[in-house]
C-alpha cells in the first residue's frame, strides 16, 4: 500500500502500571518507530499532556478523573470528553487528522464511532473504524456484577445492536474475545431475538453492509522473549528472591503474575495452596510450597486475608514491579507459574513464563489456548483439584517436565512482539483496502433506511472463527 496510515488509538485501559493491555500498546508505540507511521494514542491522565515515542509515536494524556467503583487506578474519560466542539478528544482529532481510529473499549467511548458515522465529526472526514476487543463483556459482568442469565443476554443484546453496527471492523487479541462478536450477531444464535430491533439500530448508526465474518479480525499478542528467557536462570538470582520474600532456601515456588482482581479468578490461589500444604505430609519429595505474588489491584487486600487465613507464613506479596529486569529474574527462578483465570481474553503473563522455561499451570478454556497445549503446559479445569493435581504432576516425570518447557519456550520464540504488531500493521492495511475499495458499502446515508439488516445479514454457518 502505497499509503502510510495514520491511525489512533483511544482507551481507558491504560495507565503506567497496569496490565497486559498497557503492554500492548506500549509495544504498538514502539513498532511505529520501526515501521516508519505514525500512531497516536488518546487515554486518561492526571493533567492534559503529551509525550513522544520516539519519532512516529505519541500519547495525549487527557484530564480525567478515577475510575467511581472497581480498580480507582483506571481514570475515565467520558462522553463529555468528545460529544461537544472544543473537548480535548475532538480537538485531538481534528488537528491530527487519522486514517484509521480504533476505540479499544466498550463501554464509554464506543460512542465516539457512531458519533462519526452519524457524520457529527465531519471536520475529520470519514477514517476507517475500528473496535479492539480485548476482553469480553460476558466476563466482565460475571466478574463484577452477575453470571446470571438476563445479565448474558444483556451484553449479547448490547454488542449484537449497538457495538457491532457502530465500527466498520473489529480486531480482538484471541479466537476467544472474538467469539462473543461473532456469537452475538449469527442468526443461528440468536433464534429469538427481535429483527425490527436489531434493523432500527443497525439503521440507525447506519451500519456497514457487508459480510459479518469479512470484519471480524483476530492478532494474538506476544512476549519479550530477548527479556523473558530460561539464559536469567541462575543460582545467585534465586538467592536473592528468596531472600527478599523470606522463604526457605528449599522452597518450591508457586508464582502468580497479574493484576489481582475479580475476574482474574485469584480467589482460586488460596484455595490450591492449602491443598498442597495439607498434602505435604503426604509428601515423599517434601516439598515446602511457598506461594509469591507479583501484581496489584482492588482485591490485593482480600487476597492477603485469605491467605493470612489459609497459609500464615507460606506467601509473599511483591506489588507491582515496574523494574522489568527484576521481573523477568523472577519469572526465570521460580518453579511454577500458577495462572487461575478460566477466562482470560489472551494472557501474556503466561506467554512471559513460558518464555523464560517456567512450567505453566493454566485452565483449559479461555485465550490462553491460543498458544497453551497439552504439550507445552499442563492444562486443567481452573479448581483446587484439577490445580492440586497439575502442580503435582509437574514434579512427578523430569523427562515429561523437560520436553514440555523446550516446547514452551519454543511456542514463546514464535510469538514475539515483533511478529505482532508486523502482523497488526499488514492487518490495519488490508482492513483499509478493503475500506477504501468497498467504501459505499461502509459509508452512506439515505440506503441505510432500506436495508433489511437482520434479513440480508451475511454469515457462514459453517465458520465460527474470526479471520487473522
Not at 531472600?243 to 493484576?259: D, H, I, M, Q, S
Request: aromatic share 12%; glycine share 6%.
Amino acid at each position: 500500500m502505497a499509503k502510510s496510515l495514520k491511525s489512533i488509538h483511544i482507551t481507558n485501559y491504560y495507565h503506567k502500571n497496569s496490565g497486559g493491555i498497557s503492554t500492548a500498546y506500549d509495544r504498538l508505540l514502539e513498532a511505529a518507530n520501526r515501521h516508519r507511521r505514525l500512531v497516536r494514542l488518546i487515554v486518561p491522565g492526571e493533567e492534559n499532556a503529551q509525550e513522544e515515542i520516539g519519532e512516529y509515536g505519541r500519547i495525549y494524556y487527557v484530564k480525567a478523573n478515577p475510575a467511581p467503583v472497581f480498580d480507582k487506578r483506571y481514570r475515565l474519560l467520558l462522553p463529555f470528553h468528545y460529544l461537544q466542539g472544543g473537548t480535548p478528544v475532538r480537538r485531538i482529532l481534528e488537528a491530527e487528522m487519522p486514517d484509521i481510529i480504533e476505540i479499544g473499549e466498550k463501554y464509554t467511548l464506543s460512542l465516539l464511532a457512531g458519533m462519526i458515522r452519524k457524520g457529527y465529526f465531519k471536520a475529520i472526514n470519514r477514517p476507517m473504524l475500528v473496535h479492539f476487543s480485548c476482553e469480553r463483556m460476558d466476563d466482565n459482568l460475571r466478574a463484577f456484577v452477575s453470571g446470571a442469565k438476563p445479565f448474558r443476554w444483556f451484553a449479547r443484546r448490547l454488542i449484537s445492536n449497538y457495538i457491532f453496527p457502530m465500527f466498520d471492523y473489529h480486531l480482538a487479541n484471541s479466537q476467544y474475545t472474538a467469539q462473543e462478536m461473532i456469537d452475538a450477531v449469527a442468526p443461528e444464535k440468536n433464534r429469538r431475538r427481535s429483527e425490527a430491533f436489531l434493523n432500527f439500530c443497525w439503521r440507525f448508526f447506519r451500519a456497514s453492509n457487508i459480510p459479518l465474518t469479512e470484519r471480524v479480525f483476530v492478532n494474538n499478542c506476544g512476549a519479550d522473549n530477548h527479556l523473558f528467557n530460561v539464559k536469567r536462570k541462575n543460582s545467585v538470582a534465586r538467592q536473592a528472591i528468596l531472600k527478599e520474600a523470606g522463604f526457605p532456601e528449599n522452597a518450591t515456588v508457586l508464582l502468580y503474575a497479574g493484576r489481582i482482581s475479580p475476574e482474574k479468578n485469584v480467589q482460586l490461589l488460596p484455595k490450591v495452596l492449602k491443598s498442597l500444604l495439607e498434602f505435604r505430609n503426604y509428601d515423599s519429595q517434601h516439598h515446602e510450597y511457598r506461594l509469591l505474588i507479583v501484581g496489584s489491584g482492588p482485591q490485593a487486600n482480600w487476597l492477603k486475608a485469605e491467605l493470612e487465613k489459609v497459609a500464615p507464613g507460606k506467601f509473599k506479596f511483591f506489588g507491582h514491579i515496574s523494574d522489568k529486569e527484576k521481573l523477568a529474574d523472577i519469572y526465570a527462578n521460580s518453579d511454577i507459574f500458577v495462572h487461575p483465570n478460566p477466562r482470560e481474553p489472551f494472557g501474556i503473563a503466561p506467554l512471559e513464563a513460558m518464555a523464560s522455561g517456567l512450567p505453566v499451570v493454566a485452565p483449559n478454556s479461555g485465550g490462553v489456548l491460543s498458544y497453551a497445549t497439552k504439550e507445552n503446559a499442563w492444562l486443567e479445569e481452573a479448581d483446587i483439584e484439577g490445580y492440586f493435581a497439575a502442580v503435582r504432576d509437574v514434579f512427578n516425570d523430569d523427562a515429561k517436565r523437560e520436553t514440555k518447557i523446550r516446547t514452551a519456550i519454543e511456542t514463546a520464540r514464535s510469538l514475539t512482539w515483533e511478529n505482532s504488531t508486523d502482523k497488526l500493521f499488514a492487518l490495519y492495511d488490508k482492513m483499509y483496502e478493503d475500506f477504501s475499495s468497498r467504501r459505499d458499502f461502509h459509508v452512506y446515508e439515505p440506503e441505510a433506511e432500506r436495508v433489511d439488516f437482520a434479513g440480508e445479514m451475511v454469515f457462514n454457518q459453517h465458520s465460527n472463527s474470526a479471520k487473522t
